[in-house]
């Protein structure tokens, strides 16, 4: 007959399961502390990265202000224009500033383009061509394409005088407001090295159709067209002009880009396709 005296008692199988439970009990809760701390953990990184997130668009945006009031380049106007009075020369001025505050009151209804300081040259002068144009507009790179060269011809042989307002009209669709940059490169060269600036617009226009540059590739473009304006492009020096030729050219509802001005009247490529002719005309009748 077998023997029952290796059985655990009643008692000592009361007691292991007491013991099992325990040892149950406490890995669940180690359990639960992990898991709190997983949570806990989890929600602090998550509260990180928002605060990171709101850190970096706080820095980006204040990287990204421009200041309302600013230097012009040389050869600018208090209208927000570059004026070239050769294919190598600007307009004899410096020292004035702009300030976006005093840019005027954008129309609440629709008006005819009244482009500010439009106005023809006296009878026997060069005649004056205001041409406002976005680096990151198509139409505009088609214009400079079919235009550029033409443009320096007549500056070259004193037959006008062309003033480019360079707007930030596409800033709003760019992520990184090539506009406004590319605008402020312009000005840059203007400032600094003005017989660079027709071949260097005509190098950024040419640029369009492979998309937006960084301002590192801004300054090669300008170092390759002769103009040492890295410094300039980089610091944004002109970008308080160039909100302020933008903001002026709003409140004088200039409606789109290309826009060109003849002598004060607005050219309409549709009424006179040939621009040249109509150009020549002006000059013919100045004289």
């Not at 997130?53 to 980006?60: A, C, P, R, S």
């Not at 294919?87 to 840019?103: F, I, M, P, Q, R």
């Amino acid at each position: 007959m077998a023997s029952n005296s290796q059985r655990p008692s009643k008692a000592e199988r009361t007691s292991s399961a007491r013991e099992q439970a325990q040892a149950m009990r406490v890995a669940k809760e180690a359990a639960d502390k992990r898991k709190s701390l997983f949570i806990k953990l989890g929600v602090l990184v998550a509260v990180l990265a928002v605060i990171a997130l709101i850190v970096g668009i706080v820095l980006q945006n204040n990287a990204g202000k421009v200041a309302d009031s600013g230097a012009v380049p040389k050869g600018g106007n208090a209208s927000g224009g570059i004026t070239l009075t050769s294919d190598t020369t600007v307009a004899e001025t410096s020292g004035l500033t702009v300030d976006v505050t005093k840019a005027g009151t954008r129309p609440t209804a629709a008006k005819p383009d009244a482009p500010r300081e439009a106005a023809a040259a006296p009878k026997g002068e060069p005649i004056n061509m205001l041409i406002y144009v976005d680096v990151n507009c198509v139409h505009c790179a088609d214009f400079e394409t079919q235009y550029a060269d033409q443009i320096g011809n007549w500056l070259a042989a004193g037959d006008v005088q062309v003033e480019y307002r360079n707007v930030a009209f596409l800033d709003a669709g760019s992520p990184t407001n090539f506009s406004s940059r590319g605008a402020n490169a312009l000005a840059c060269v203007a400032d600094q090295a003005p017989a660079s600036y027709l071949p260097f617009a005509k190098a950024v226009f040419a640029h369009y159709p492979q998309g937006e540059m960084k301002n590192a590739e801004l300054a090669q473009l300008a170092e390759d067209n002769g103009a040492d304006v890295a410094d300039c492009i980089n610091d944004g020096t002109f970008r308080s002009f160039v909100k302020f030729t933008d903001e002026a050219a709003r409140v004088d509802a200039i409606a789109g880009t290309p826009s060109v001005f003849i002598q004060g009247k607005k050219w309409d490529p549709n009424a006179e396709p040939d621009l040249v002719a109509t150009v020549n005309a002006a000059i013919a009748a100045n004289k």
